[in-house]
């Protein structure tokens, strides 16, 4: 059985679904974010963690890796447009780059480390 083509969204129900994403943007088709890190070595761990998550949900973004910075885009390529698989992608990213421990046993580094980001 042939595989249906996934749903994409317009410009406008794209900008709606964004408010759940801050620092999320539409950009020339897809739904883009930037990272910004304390260097190099940072830098590249987040790559890797972008791609294990990307890996895992066999949907890849296209990546933009620079010292101190790493800008996401994400389209589903299929199906010519925004889907539901980019802003669930989205979410597990922003999850992993992101995270910090909240208490307990962990305490988290006391570098700069990844922060969200302030370019547009």
């Known amino acids: 059985m042939p595989k249906t083509k996934d749903r994409t969204y317009s410009d406008a129900e794209i900008q709606d679904k964004l408010r759940d994403l801050p620092g999320w943007r539409l950009d020339a088709g897809t739904i883009r974010r ?3 890190t304390d260097g190099w070595p940072t830098t590249l761990m987040l790559a890797n963690a972008i791609g294990f998550v ?3 949900a066999d949907h890849h973004p296209d990546l933009a ?3 101190g910075r790493l800008t996401v885009s ?3 390529h299929s199906a010519g447009g925004v889907t539901d698989k980019d802003f669930e992608l989205a979410r597990r990213i922003e999850a992993a780059a ?3 421990p909240a208490g307990g046993a962990l305490e988290g580094t006391k570098k700069a480390f990844v922060r969200s980001g302030t370019t547009p």
């Open 74 to 76: 994400t389209s589903t």
């Open 98 to 100: 992101l995270w910090r």
């Open 34 to 36: 930037t990272y910004e």
């Open 65 to 67: 890796v620079s010292w």
């Open 54 to 56: 990307a890996e895992a």
